[in-house]
């Protein structure tokens, strides 16, 4: 399916290039120990909007996110909810884990993806 119906600000693709070089311990280990060789086409550091998603699947309409501490400050917490919006506005799900979550329950967090991506593929 062709994903080009969704908006991309040009400006951050290398923004989004520079997320993958340098990506966290724990997108890392979900995107090469799960993601990458997931039977649905997953992408790492996809361009939505004026937002970069950690991972996405067009098949699934899924957004999966990967936070760190600072998403649980106010701050932090008032700009995932307006992305949120935005993003659902447009018909996506997000699947929200803290990096903890992947540190401490991997398998969990692989079951809750896999899931998600079949239900939505119905």
Not at 35 to 63: E, H, M, S, W
Not at 96 to 112: G, L, P
């Amino acid at each position: 399916m062709d994903n080009s119906f969704l908006p991309r600000n040009k400006k951050l693709k290398g923004f989004s290039r520079n997320l993958r070089k340098n990506a966290t311990e724990q997108e890392n280990r979900l995107w090469y120990r799960f993601l990458r060789t997931y039977p649905t086409r997953f992408n790492r550091q996809r361009v939505i909007g004026n937002y970069i998603v950690d991972f996405y699947c067009d098949k699934a309409k899924l957004i999966v996110e990967l936070d760190g501490s600072q998403h649980f400050e106010e701050t932090g917490m008032a700009a995932d909810r307006e992305r949120d919006e935005y993003l659902e506005s447009l018909g996506l799900k997000i699947l929200r884990f803290s990096n903890s979550d992947v540190d401490k329950n991997f398998y969990e967090v692989c079951t809750v993806i896999d899931n998600t991506v079949k239900e939505r593929m119905k």
